[in-house]
Every structure is written in structure tokens, then in C-alpha cells.
């Protein structure tokens, strides 16, 4: 998974993980292989009991384009209904995609603090973000 990621951690666009997060969080994951090779994963991480994140959605470069992503973000939308979450939002430089899965964009006041506190502190755009807050309702 560090593989896959690693141009994307260094560019900024996705926040770094230890290897110990990704194991303590690795069944927030869904992860799609190619003949035993990770291709693509994303994580729904659920912060309260109606509203939860998309994150860490990245796919190999060589097969952007193809549905792997929209199908992975159906997923987590899949399993963040399964838990009756009411909203489900993302930060991401990457507007047009999550709109065309039904996201909106909001203001980036209206996340909730402990997503500021606790992961955006880390990135190296802090405090100065670019990205775009969008929610999906169900």
C-alpha cells in the first residue's frame, strides 16, 4: 500500500500514514488487486455516528480512468449506508470526480474539528489548504 501511495504522500495530495495506522486501521480499507498486486485502495473512516470520510483514495497511475475509483467510492458509500451514517464527506483536489458520485461541496468550516486537529495538522499545506470539502447525504 506504501508503494502506491508514495508519489501522492510526496506531491502533498494525500496525507502521509505509518505503517503502524495503516495496520491499526486496515479493515477501514478497501483495497483492489490486480494478479496479487495492489491496484488501488480507499478507507471509510467514520468520525461520529452520522458522518464519516471518504480518504485515501488513490489508484495506480496506469489505470486512472478506468472505474476503479468511482467503484471503490460506491463501496464505502455501499458500507457507510450499511451502518445507517447519515453524510459521508472528502477533502480532495479532485472536485469534478466526487461530484459525479453525487458529493457537494461545502465550506471547509463545517468539517468537524477533530478532522483538523487530528489529520490536517500532519499534511504540509497546513494550514494553508487547498483542497475542496464535499459531502455525499444520504
Not at 457507510?80 to 466526487?98: G, Q
Not at 500532519?122 to 455525499?136: Q, R
Request: glycine content about 4%; some cysteine; overall charge negative.
Amino acid at each position: 500500500m506504501q508503494d502506491l501511495v508514495k508519489d501522492e504522500v510526496a506531491s502533498g495530495v494525500i496525507l502521509p500514514r505509518s505503517d503502524d495506522e495503516i495496520a491499526m486501521n486496515i479493515r477501514s480499507y478497501i483495497v483492489v488487486c490486480d494478479e496479487n498486486e495492489i491496484v488501488g485502495f480507499c478507507a471509510l473512516h467514520i468520525h461520529t455516528a452520522n458522518l464519516a470520510e471518504v480518504r485515501s483514495l488513490v489508484i495506480s497511475k496506469n489505470l486512472r480512468g478506468s472505474g476503479i475509483g468511482s467503484e471503490l467510492v460506491r463501496k464505502i458509500l455501499d458500507e457507510a449506508k450499511f451502518y445507517n451514517i447519515e453524510k459521508v464527506f472528502t477533502l480532495t483536489y479532485r472536485k469534478s470526480f466526487f461530484e459525479k458520485l453525487g458529493f457537494v461541496e461545502i465550506p471547509k468550516s463545517e468539517l468537524p474539528a477533530q478532522k483538523i486537529w487530528a489529520d490536517c495538522i500532519k499534511c504540509k499545506h497546513f494550514p494553508v489548504c487547498d483542497e475542496i470539502a464535499l459531502i455525499y447525504s444520504f
